[in-house]
């Protein structure tokens, strides 16, 4: 699976708002976002280290009780384990990628 053409994926609305494209690597998990403005990823822990990376719009993200905004050029890494929750400014896009994998994580 070298190339995986992203718009060939199946849109899947995980949380109102936020609707995702997920794939996977041998080691990683792979999530496309389109998020809409107030959207929110209630507050949470795993065992991956997750990137958020901003594409467009703005996503505030606490983590471990300490708020920032995300948005293009800057992206926000949240520790593996370290409690974490989203929520969208704007209309936007992001990719998020935990690694290692999430098995059963998005639809691949």
Do not use: C
Not at 16 to 23: C, E, L
Not at 39 to 53: D, K, L, N
Not at 84 to 90: F, N, P, Y
């Amino acid at each position: 699976m070298p190339f995986v053409d992203i718009g060939s994926l199946d849109v899947i609305e995980r949380l109102p708002g936020w609707h995702g494209r997920y794939f996977h690597s041998d080691s990683m998990t792979f999530a496309h976002y389109d998020f809409t403005r107030g959207a929110s990823i209630h507050e949470h822990f795993h065992p991956q280290e997750e990137v958020y990376e901003v594409i467009e719009g703005e996503l505030e993200l606490t983590i471990d009780g300490v708020a920032q905004v995300a948005r293009a050029g800057l992206v926000a890494i949240v520790p593996g384990n370290a409690r974490h929750s989203v929520k969208a400014l704007t209309d936007g896009r992001a990719i998020i990628v935990d690694s290692p994998r999430r098995p059963g994580f998005g639809n691949a």
